[in-house]
């Protein structure tokens, strides 16, 4: 299917009181406009995407400068047909058209596609929802044998037609040629003074155009948002949504309520999450992995098997099977833990390559270094691994022990097998099986008389 997809995202969104356009608010970690720009994408490879952006237009087109769209723009926000006309010069002759709106952003694909393939068949789809209070929208009239023959706005609306609780979505496609040919008959002659998109459904049922309306899976998948307070309850919808995704795949969540995804997170079977999971950007984290509370993991891979204890901040990084992590372990991006490594408390790792079995368990920062298998990395130990204007690399061989407390001031190597005493400042090599010790002689002085006060 050749389809012309506009997102309509002109409009102010001045309840949501803010400087930011209400579209680049975000909803699981990716702005709402995102959101429906990505469903379109589902629609498959022929699909052209229009923005038609007004207010805040430049931030809107900074945001998705990687994404392949066109931009229309919409000078004053004269009504829904006004926006989508905007886009028209940029629409192929003989595609389908269809229009999304850039606030409601969990459309799915699927409905797209069902409504791509009535357009397919010459006639016009549109996505209509049954509403308890219907009050605001627009009302979706159908004639005596059912056909819908209009749709009309609330403030134009009269007392019986305000009954109607089947509601106008906003979504809509029909083949591209006829909506060319009906935009330029719209008039602004109604309650509002806009030119309403929804006139062109009283054209299509003149013109003998069959209106097909098909119903979204579920409501929330056609929730506009107008307020920081509906979008925090399609987040919470939204969110539980990946929770029972990732059930379903296998993992134990301590609370499903207490879970944020906000990415793309693949997973193994057998998972434990505990509550207060945050998972951000491209995470994959195989079978059996356990996460304790409170933890936030963000574009890193995580290997079979590995514990990540409470309270631990994950970026960036490569984690084997069976590695251990945390509790408050900060691992930032260029961390590599190998299988069976262990990082423990208040460790903080960048750029950092640690190798099987080897451990760096408390209070420690290890940034730009490699270190091989099961060497030992004492409490407090700190690679210097900034002079001010250069990074540098700290190498640890296998087996290695570095004691407590000690300052590897790179570029610096200690070799297999070789041990540094606690409290060193290591600025020198150490080879192979060597011992290093640098630090201040200790002195004992006997019968030590403590100064008195002086009266
Ligand atoms: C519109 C529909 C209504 C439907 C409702 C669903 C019309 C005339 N009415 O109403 O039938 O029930 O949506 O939420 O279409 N926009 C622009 N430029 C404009 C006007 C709007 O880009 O000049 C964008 C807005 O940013 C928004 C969308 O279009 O994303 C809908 O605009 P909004 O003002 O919310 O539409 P309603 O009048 O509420
Ligand atoms: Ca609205």
Redesign the pocket.
């Known amino acids: 299917m050749n389809v012309d997809v506009i997102i309509?995202?002109?409009?102010q969104g001045s309840r949501m009181k803010s400087s930011l356009p209400k579209v680049m608010h975000g909803l699981g970690g990716k702005p709402m406009v995102q959101h429906v720009i990505d469903s379109a994408a589902g629609l498959g490879e022929s699909v052209r995407r229009h923005v038609?952006i007004?207010h805040g237009g430049d931030a809107v087109r900074a945001a998705l400068a990687d994404s392949d769209i066109r931009f229309a723009e919409?000078a004053e926000?004269?009504?829904?047909g006004?926006?989508v006309a905007q886009a028209m010069p940029a629409v192929a002759e003989d595609s389908i058209a269809l229009v999304l709106?850039?606030?409601v952003p969990l459309i799915k694909s699927k409905t797209l596609d069902s409504l791509c393939r009535i357009a397919a068949r010459d006639h016009l789809g549109l996505l209509t929802v049954e509403l308890t209070d219907p009050s605001?929208?627009?009302r979706i009239v159908r004639n005596d044998v059912g056909d819908v023959v209009a749709?009309v706005?609330h403030k134009d609306a009269n007392e019986s037609q305000l009954k109607i609780q089947e509601?106008?979505?906003?979504i809509l496609a029909l083949p591209s040629r006829l909506l060319r040919e009906w935009l330029p008959q719209l008039s602004a002659d109604n309650a509002q003074g806009?030119y309403?998109?929804?006139d062109v459904i009283a054209m299509a049922a003149d013109n003998g155009v069959r209106i097909e309306a098909i119903q979204p899976m579920c409501e929330q998948e056609v929730q506009?948002v107008n307020t920081r307070a509906q979008l925090a309850m399609l987040e919470r919808w939204y969110q539980r949504q990946q929770a029972e995704h990732l059930m379903a795949a296998g993992v134990t969540l301590a609370d499903p309520d207490r879970f944020d995804l906000r990415g793309e997170l693949t997973v193994g079977c057998d998972c434990y999450f505990d509550i207060n999971l945050v998972i951000e950007g491209q995470v994959r984290i195989a079978e059996g992995v356990n996460i304790g509370p409170n933890c936030v993991i963000k574009d890193s891979i995580i290997g079979p098997g590995t514990r990540i204890e409470a309270n631990s901040l994950i970026e960036g990084a490569q984690v084997e099977a069976s590695a251990s992590i945390g509790p408050f372990a900060r691992i930032r991006p260029g961390t590599e833990l190998a299988e069976g490594a262990k990082i423990g408390n208040f460790v903080e790792t960048k750029k950092a390559k640690i190798g099987p079995g080897s451990k760096v368990n408390h209070l420690s920062y290890i940034g730009d270094a490699q270190i091989g298998s099961n060497t030992n990395i004492g409490a407090g130990t700190i690679t210097c691994n900034y002079d001010g204007v250069n990074k540098s690399l700290t190498e640890i061989g296998d087996d290695a022990f570095i004691g407590s407390n000690t300052a590897l001031v790179a570029p610096v190597k200690v070799g297999n097998g070789a041990t540094v005493g606690a409290g060193s400042t290591i600025t020198k090599n150490v080879d192979d099986q060597e011992l290093a010790v640098a630090r201040g002689k200790q002195t004992n002085i006997g019968g030590w008389k403590r100064p008195i006060k002086r009266s």
């Open positions: 309509l995202a002109a409009g038609v007004g919409q926000q004269l009504g829904t006004h926006a709106y850039g606030d605001g929208y627009g749709i706005e509601v106008n979505t906003g806009e309403y998109l929804t506009g």
